[in-house]
């Protein structure tokens, strides 16, 4: 489950993301998830990289239970979105974005998994 502090201040931040998107936050061993969709037209990823970076800060501030950080650099984490939506554009059913902060970096697949509601145990945080 997670956290009602990391829920509180999502959810705070979720009050700055455009009405269309909703934020997903799973809890996994390795890490935490960080997933949304647009239903507009577009994504501009201009627009959305700055809550991006906000949020990974929010989750930064948590540990995992090794007592690591859970993210490694965040400009790393936005490469990995910049390339996870260039593999998940031609989908088209939903513009989908996601993040997938887990020590392998198996985003294509997690964003799969998550698409397909494969992950039951995700929450999902209404701006």
């Keep these: 489950m997670i956290s009602e502090d990391l829920r509180k201040n999502l959810k705070e931040l979720g009050k700055r993301i455009p009405g269309s998107v909703v934020l997903v936050v799973g809890e996994m061993e390795?890490?935490?998830v960080l997933a949304g969709y647009s239903l507009s037209d577009s994504i501009d990823h201009e627009e959305f990289s700055?809550?991006?970076?906000?949020?990974l800060s929010v989750i930064n501030e948590y540990r995992d239970m090794?007592?690591?950080?859970?993210l490694g650099n965040v400009?790393?984490?936005?490469?990995?979105f910049q390339k996870l939506m260039l593999w998940i554009w031609p989908l088209k059913e939903q513009y989908f974005f996601g993040i997938a902060l887990d020590e392998k970096k198996t985003i294509p697949a997690l964003a799969a998994a998550i698409?397909?509601?494969?992950?039951?145990?995700f929450e999902a945080i209404l701006p």
């Design 115 to 121: 698409v397909k509601k494969k992950l039951p145990d």
């Design 30 to 32: 390795s890490g935490f």
């Design 66 to 70: 090794r007592g690591k950080e859970v």
């Design 50 to 55: 700055p809550i991006i970076r906000e949020a």
């Design 75 to 80: 400009h790393d984490v936005m490469i990995a």
